[in-house]
């Protein structure tokens, strides 16, 4: 989510790592409605875009975008976890 040019909202630890140890936990596919509720709750700082794109690098990977989270979630686990 982008706060404005230079801001954006940034989950930490990363959505996508927060949705698969939620995922493991429950032992069954997150429904759309659970995906939300952890994106609305997890826990975020607003840093300036290049602070994010550093995050990213030393991660690793990209997370996901906040404003498409069960979308970009079906995707990311279908590498993640196989289904």
């Known amino acids: 989510m982008q706060l404005d040019d230079n801001l ?3 989950p ?9 140890n939620a995922e ?4 069954r596919p997150l429904i759309e409605e ?10 975020s700082i607003a840093v300036p875009r290049e ?5 990213d690098e ?4 990209k997370d996901i975008d906040l404003e498409k989270a069960w979308e970009e979630w079906q995707e990311a686990r279908k590498l993640l976890v196989g289904d």
Do not use: H, W
């Open 24 to 27: 493991t936990s429950k032992g």
């Open 8 to 10: 954006l909202i940034y």
């Open 58 to 61: 030393e991660r690793g990977y």
């Open 34 to 43: 659970e995906v939300i509720f952890i994106r609305d709750n997890c826990p």
């Open 51 to 55: 602070v994010a794109l550093k995050i």
């Open 12 to 20: 930490m630890p990363s959505l996508v790592a927060t949705l698969l």
